[in-house]
């Protein structure tokens, strides 16, 4: 009767742990991989000559932990599909654990330049490119602009106008992000005729609560949604700067904040419930 109850209970614990096996290769091998595009419609009152304006939003790529050049290539064929009118790519593009050469600088520019929008493609800094000089080298290679604490300003034929700032990671110095944004807000502030839209790239989510000014639109990435998400739990790690904000979306005063799940893996190269994935904004007129 003892070896029978033995017996029994050796073969559960092989049934869990085949499962935790099998599902362990899953979450590194597979789930890692396999680009998805949530998409989103975002209505506005201002948005006249914008109308069905795209946005792609890529971040947390992470390149050489999960993402590799295969990867890269499901990206590119993905954002040239769309045709997107502005590209922002909100942070994290190599991960700490790689080796920086020659030959990872030049595969990431050559698919990263030849993203195409038709107003331009913008970038900032995350806490991965944090002192990562090729960082900078890469993007203004690739033709990104680089909106770490500065801004730009694009205009539609009628002169209508989109405004988009940028706020680096907030995770290393010791600048407040609210001090970092203050001589942007400032100008913003000034002007007598405001931008029809303004829009916001930062890294870290939950520095939204630090703006003092209602942006329309902010992107952020950062928490990867979790990364590993249960089903009816949720996600089971968040880093910080992404515990309050994390998931998809959030109405935070007046401004709609976006958060990208990312298309990398940070500390484990681990997904679960969590497909790597891009964001498509569609700018509508309400």
Do not use: C
């Not at 007046?254 to 500390?267: M, P, Q, W």
Request: hydrophobic content about 35%; aromatic content about 12%; glycine content about 6%.
């Amino acid at each position: 009767m003892k070896d029978k109850k033995w017996f029994k209970f050796v073969k559960i614990l092989l049934v869990i742990m085949t499962f935790l096996i099998i599902l362990l290769i899953y979450s590194n091998q597979v789930a890692t991989h396999g680009l998805t595009t949530k998409e989103y419609v975002i209505k506005d009152s201002n948005i006249n000559d914008f109308h069905g304006l795209k946005i792609v939003h890529i971040s947390d790529l992470h390149y050489g932990k999960s993402t590799f050049e295969r990867d890269l290539e499901d990206l590119l064929t993905e954002v040239q599909r769309i045709k997107p009118d502005l590209i922002f790519f909100t942070g994290d593009l190599i991960d700490d654990d790689t080796t920086i050469d020659s030959e990872t600088i030049e595969t990431i520019t050559y698919y990263f330049e030849e993203m195409q929008a038709t107003y331009g493609k913008y970038a900032i800094k995350g806490n991965h490119d944090y002192n990562v000089n090729e960082y900078s080298i890469i993007m203004d290679n690739a033709g990104f602009n680089l909106l770490d604490e500065k801004y730009d300003t694009i205009y539609s034929k009628n002169n209508e106008t989109i405004f988009i700032a940028g706020l680096s990671t907030n995770l290393h110095g010791t600048i407040s992000a609210k001090d970092k944004l203050e001589p942007i807000i400032s100008y913003l502030n000034s002007l007598e005729t405001k931008p029809n839209y303004t829009i916001l790239l930062m890294h870290e989510p939950d520095y939204i609560d630090e703006v003092t000014y209602s942006f329309n639109l902010a992107l952020a990435g950062h928490s990867h949604d979790g990364q590993i998400r249960l089903p009816l739990i949720g996600a089971l790690v968040l880093p910080n700067g992404a515990k309050k904000y994390y998931d998809n979306y959030y109405k935070v005063n007046e401004t709609d904040l976006y958060i990208s799940s990312g298309i990398g893996t940070s500390d484990i190269a681990l997904r679960l419930f969590n497909r790597p994935s891009i964001n498509l904004y569609r700018l509508i007129k309400r």
